[in-house]
């Protein structure tokens, strides 16, 4: 019998919950069996989530990090149906504004987690594109990796309580860490 702390505490997990079902989505796909687009949208997805990060500690506004989020992919899917550049180009232009942005007024140069995510940026960006530039047989390990690695960056978020909200680290950590899986069989 579900007792009322039980249904409680499972209430509390309901970004895991959403997690699995996001990742069931994924799973299912778009149809499309050409690894090299797998691969190019996971790589461009990971792109997403290093700017999500790099804005939400810019504004410093965790409570706004399911609206960025859901600003995002929008933005994203806007670029991909009037294909006016490369999704993979606009979240990099998009990012290093960010950055410029935080460099302008001194934020890049005090500690605390903007660097903090302007050194992930980097770090994720760079496993991204190299992934997109890689045969796709290779660059599924970068993506893959930069997915399990990002999953472990929101745990860090998660445990740290900063940044990001902790329902938006727990869902994006779960998220990460099922995608990194599902890139893996793919091989």
């Given at each position: 019998?579900?007792?009322?702390?039980?249904?409680?505490?499972l209430?509390?997990?309901?970004?895991?919950a959403?997690?699995?079902?996001?990742?069931?989505?994924?799973?299912?796909?778009?149809?499309?069996?050409?690894?090299?687009?797998?691969?190019?949208?996971?790589?461009?997805?990971?792109?997403?989530?290093?700017?999500?990060?790099?804005?939400?500690?810019?504004?410093?506004?965790?409570?706004?990090?399911?609206?960025?989020?859901?600003?995002?992919?929008?933005?994203?899917?806007?670029?991909?149906?009037?294909?006016?550049?490369?999704?993979?180009?606009?979240?990099?232009?998009a990012?290093?504004?960010?950055?410029?942005?935080?460099?302008?007024?001194?934020?890049?140069?005090?500690?605390?987690?903007?660097?903090?995510?302007?050194?992930?940026?980097?770090?994720?960006?760079?496993?991204?594109?190299t992934?997109?530039?890689?045969?796709?047989?290779?660059?599924?390990?970068?993506?893959?990796?930069?997915?399990?690695?990002?999953?472990?960056?929101?745990?860090?978020?998660?445990?740290?309580?900063?940044?990001?909200?902790?329902?938006?680290?727990?869902?994006?950590?779960?998220?990460?860490?099922?995608?990194?899986?599902?890139?893996?069989?793919?091989?």
């Amino acid at each position: 019998m579900l007792t009322q702390s039980r249904a409680l505490a499972l209430w509390r997990r309901w970004p895991t919950a959403v997690a699995i079902a996001t990742a069931a989505l994924f799973l299912l796909g778009d149809g499309s069996d050409d690894r090299a687009d797998k691969v190019g949208g996971f790589a461009e997805a990971m792109l997403v989530l290093q700017l999500e990060y790099l804005i939400l500690a810019r504004l410093r506004r965790r409570g706004a990090s399911w609206p960025v989020s859901v600003a995002a992919v929008m933005v994203l899917l806007a670029v991909q149906a009037l294909d006016v550049a490369s999704p993979a180009t606009v979240l990099v232009i998009a990012s290093l504004a960010v950055m410029v942005w935080g460099a302008l007024d001194g934020e890049l140069h005090r500690p605390g987690m903007f660097r903090v995510q302007v050194l992930g940026a980097a770090g994720f960006g760079a496993l991204a594109l190299t992934g997109l530039a890689l045969d796709p047989d290779l660059g599924l390990y970068l993506v893959a990796a930069g997915w399990f690695f990002h999953g472990v960056w929101d745990y860090v978020h998660l445990r740290l309580d900063k940044v990001v909200s902790r329902s938006y680290a727990e869902w994006c950590g779960v998220l990460d860490i099922l995608i990194a899986a599902q890139l893996l069989l793919l091989t």
